[in-house]
């Protein structure tokens, strides 16, 4: 019988980490965690493709293409892996949340430096989304910002309360359970308390 899990994702700059969460909703689960790179660690520029070696903006075009192409088959290769030994071992997996820092457009911003930042959030989301969706897995962007008052008002809960909730969940799986590994799993059970969506 397969289970019902959801893929919280929160984003890096060249990888993200991943937290499956298993329902119900009411009382959900830690079943795994674990990070997944978005970059080659082969190649250290694709962990910051709009950056130069002098840490300022990246302005040679081709060098920003093929670092991001580059970039993009990694995210491939990873998320598709990662979703395969999911369904493998018997998850039915629901979709998958991402948590960001921004998802502004970084056109839009007059610092170099900023937008290089930004450039490469944009990027890393970007890849791991259409990752996601070639394993047929319906995604969810949330910007960090609003992720506890979107989960509060969706899982009817305070945001304190979701908080203690997700250490608890932490504890419980064991090991360290950090910032990026909590927020990805609230992101992951705010999908998971959703209405079941086609997939694309």
Same mark, same amino acid.
């Given at each position: 019988?397969?289970?019902?899990?959801?893929?919280?994702?929160?984003?890096?700059?060249?990888?993200?980490?991943?937290?499956?969460?298993?329902? !119900? =909703? %009411?009382?959900?689960?830690?079943?795994?965690?674990?990070? /997944? +790179?978005?970059? &080659?660690? #082969?190649? !250290? =520029? %694709?962990?910051?493709?709009?950056?130069?070696?002098?840490? /300022? +903006?990246?302005? &040679?075009? #081709?060098?920003?293409?093929?670092?991001?192409?580059?970039?993009?088959?990694?995210?491939?290769?990873?998320?598709?892996?990662?979703?395969?030994?999911?369904?493998?071992?018997?998850?039915?997996?629901?979709?998958?949340?991402?948590?960001?820092?921004?998802?502004?457009?970084?056109?839009?911003?007059?610092?170099?430096?900023?937008?290089?930042?930004?450039?490469?959030?944009?990027?890393?989301?970007?890849?791991?989304?259409?990752?996601?969706?070639?394993?047929?897995?319906?995604?969810?962007?949330?910007?960090?910002?609003?992720?506890?008052?979107?989960?509060?008002?969706?899982?009817?809960?305070?945001?304190?309360?979701?908080?203690?909730?997700?250490?608890?969940?932490?504890?419980?799986?064991?090991?360290?359970?950090?910032?990026?590994?909590?927020?990805?799993?609230?992101?992951?059970?705010?999908?998971?308390?959703?209405?079941?969506?086609?997939?694309?």
């Amino acid at each position: 019988m397969t289970r019902p899990a959801v893929i919280g994702f929160r984003v890096r700059s060249g990888w993200a980490v991943a937290v499956l969460v298993g329902g !119900p =909703a %009411t009382a959900p689960v830690v079943l795994d965690r674990r990070v /997944v +790179e978005l970059s &080659d660690p #082969r190649i !250290p =520029a %694709t962990r910051q493709p709009y950056h130069a070696d002098t840490g /300022v +903006e990246q302005r &040679d075009r #081709r060098t920003i293409m093929r670092l991001a192409a580059i970039v993009r088959r990694c995210a491939r290769w990873s998320v598709g892996q990662l979703v395969r030994e999911y369904r493998a071992a018997g998850y039915r997996l629901r979709g998958a949340a991402l948590i960001v820092g921004s998802i502004g457009d970084p056109a839009r911003i007059t610092n170099p430096h900023v937008r290089a930042h930004a450039s490469e959030g944009w990027l890393f989301r970007t890849a791991l989304e259409t990752a996601a969706r070639r394993c047929t897995l319906p995604c969810t962007t949330i910007p960090e910002r609003a992720l506890f008052p979107q989960a509060a008002k969706a899982l009817r809960r305070s945001a304190s309360d979701i908080k203690r909730k997700v250490t608890v969940l932490g504890r419980l799986h064991g090991g360290t359970w950090r910032a990026e590994e909590k927020a990805a799993a609230v992101g992951a059970w705010l999908v998971l308390k959703a209405p079941t969506r086609t997939r694309p």
